[in-house]
């Protein structure tokens, strides 16, 4: 039987025994609750029968009134029913009643005598008699006297046999009560026996199975028996054992999986606790105590790590004296990490650490404080790498030198350390024609320049001196006060160590330099702005551009805070189409006829007015907004021929000048079509001229542009020919349709012979090339008779026209004018 059964059986069993138990007292209660009553009432009838006899008495001697007779005689009525009621059980009840009738009797025949008889009685009373009474009175009272102790014989014995009656009765009552407590006390003897045999023997099983599986004892499991609770929950016991024991090995294979990882980690770590004891440490922590010669064979186990660093000395005394603060306040629970790194360098090898210690805290659910972990990671290899990645962020790759942010750093530190000199120098040079350098001798020699030039700086100048480069040929310089020499002294010993020749491989190769410098001065500046100052007097030495070293002054930041300001009006002036085009013909020199123009920009400024182009495009081109502003000029040419055409007028070539930044992003050629379609615009129509300075970049990018350019049918011009480097090569090498003469050289042709011949060759060479010629700036009627001379045809300038507005320009078309006009303008700059 199930336990749960077993025990509602029992309860069910113990409750009804309980409930017939109190049933059972309550109805022995009531019994003896009646005898008790019986008791009391037979007492009552005692005490009824001692009056009675009392009253039998008094009205003997003393004559009542009739009232009290009548009173007398009813109690005796009620003493006989009474009496009557106990006669069926005693009969000496019945004897009582006969006494009382008696004496009731013995009353009335005394009371029935005539007045005369009682009194003469009364006068017959003998003196010697106590009471006094006649003879005849005293016997009657003696025989009422003896049925009187009759009587209360009698009634005594009523009394008596009731009495033991209702003691036999009671002591029925009480061994009821006994039997019914003793048999629900068996029962429940027997209800909780059987439970505790079921319970006890399972139960203690259970009990020494626990013991012992706490005591570790393996291979632990409880006897089952039967198929009660007991039998599941000790089935459940053993199930739970087995799983513990798969668990348990799960848990030691996690374990020592984990101890595996832990101590493969390529970290030294250690347990501590709370007080910051090492409870344990991992093999790594091992190995660097044995490589190291550790005469601890417990490797710190069991030390206080707080003592352990707060004793160090030595180099890493500061850094192990931090690190055990760092790690009280993880374990005073004030942080819940801490790291430091810190070198720990040995005598043959750089090497650095990272300390880290993290708090060990119990679940959420639970309270308190477990300990630390603490681990030293080594991170010498990140540490040269950072060193690496630092020395190549502030030095030069290729010279060694530092960089720019190499030399700001350097400088501030030198500062630091010796303070603002006001004499100092800090000076900024480039190398001219570096780029020449290196299409002559290669870039591989013009490395090896560079190299040796920061060789010879570091050589030829003082141990103070910082140096630098910044860029690809800009060369950075502190040169301090020295004490004994002028500033000009040291830049001119600068200058020396520039124009030196220097033998590269096979080669002796001249350089100059050119460059800018500020003072230090009284007023203490940032590096960063020292290298704007140095960078803006550089900018104004390429300027001048006479071999002097410039020095920066506050009006060169003005004229640069001028050209940003010009750049940021030049891109609002992109965007608000405040540029306009001016076009200046190109005549036939013999006839004067219009057979072209040249498109040239002007800017409406909103508040300046008109502005000429030498006003804006140098800022231009160096704020690289000459080739947004170059294809502006493209489509406005394109739009201006349509028009042109549409109002069919005398179609003539406009020639659109074309910057190096144009060429740049690779796409200048298709820009060129989409213009040409978009206005349906004849390409042989429209000329390009392209300056020496776009073969600055020269390349097969370049070269690829400009052939498909050719191959698109747009006339090709070499403008400002004889100006460059090596016209002759590009001439040579791309297709020009068109060379321009300089100005330079026609304005001069009838001063010196030099110009005059140098014209002549290069119409010679146009004819050889079979390419036009224009002459730019011709401006005097002899100029042009000179021109038409050597056999030029083509030219332009302030004699024929200045550059008109495009309204002006389109009323000469119509007009089919020939130039010059009867009223000519002022001679000008184009």
Known sequence: MKLVRLSVVSITACVIGLVALVLVGLHSMGEMQEKQAEIKALMDLHHRIGEFSVASDALLVNHADPARLESY????????????????????????????????????????????????SDTQRQADSPLLLPLRSQVIMNQVAGYGIELDTALREVTSQRQTMIARDANWIAS?????????????????????????????SLYHATRR????????????????????????????????????????????????????????IALLDGDGKILDVNDQWRHFGTNNDSRDTTFGVGSNYLSVCRAANGDCAEEALEAAEGLKAVLAGHQASFALEYPCHSPDQPRWFRMM???????????????????????????????????LAYRDPLTGLANRLGFMEAFSRHIAQHGWNPAALIVLLDIREMRNLNDAYGYDTGDHLLIELARRLENGLGKDILIGRISGDQFILFLPDDGSSHPRERLDHLDDLFHTPLQVKDFIIEIAARGGYTLLGDNERGAEILLHEVEIALHETRLRDNGEFYRYNREMDRLAQRRIDLTRDLRQALEDDQFELHY???VNLAT???????????????????QMPGQFIGVAEQSQLIGPIGDWVLLQACRHLREWQEAGLDLVQVSVNVSVDQFRLGDFTEKVREALETHDIDPSSLTLEITESVFS?????????????HALGVRLSMDDFGTGYSSLLYLQQYPFDEIKIDMGFVRKILDEPLNRNIVSMILGISQVLGADTVAEGVETPAVRDALLELGCRIG???????????????????????????????????
């Open 796 to 830: 332009q300038g302030y004699y024929y026209s200045m550059p008109l507005e495009v309204e002006d320009f389109r009323w000469l078309l119509e007009k089919q004018s020939r130039l010059p006009l009867e009223l000519r303008p002022s001679p000008g700059v184009s």
């Open 357 to 391: 210690a993290s708090r060990l805290m119990p679940g959420q659910e639970a309270q308190g404080f477990l300990g630390a972990v603490v681990m030293h990671v080594d991170i010498t290899e990140r540490k040269l790498a950072e060193r690496e990645l630092k020395r």
């Open 73 to 120: 005689r009813a109690e005796a009525t009620s003493l006989k029913h009474t009496l009557a009621e106990l006669a069926e059980v005693h009969p000496d009840a019945r004897r009582a009643i006969h006494h009382i009738d008696f004496l009731v009797g013995t009353l009335a025949t005394v009371y029935s005598q005539p007045t005369r008889l009682r009194e003469e």
């Open 592 to 610: 004067g006829e219009v057979i072209g123009c040249e498109a040239l920009i002007r800017w409406n400024h909103p508040q300046r007015g008109m």
């Open 697 to 709: 970049e020269e390349s097969v990018q370049l070269r690829q542009q400009i052939n498909d350019l």
């Open 176 to 204: 009821g009560f006994a039997t019914a407590a003793g048999l629900f006390g068996a029962l429940c003897v027997v209800a909780f026996g059987l439970m505790y045999r079921r319970i006890h023997g399972p139960l203690r």
């Open 584 to 586: 200046q013909p190109k």
């Open 213 to 268: 599986v706490e005591a570790g004892e393996p291979d632990v499991r409880v006897p089952v028996s039967g198929s009660d609770e007991f039998a599941d929950l000790s089935r459940t016991f053993n199930r739970m054992l087995d799983r513990q024991d798969g668990m348990l090995e799960t848990l030691s294979g996690a374990l020592a999986t984990r101890r595996a990882l832990i101590d493969a980690l390529p970290a030294h």
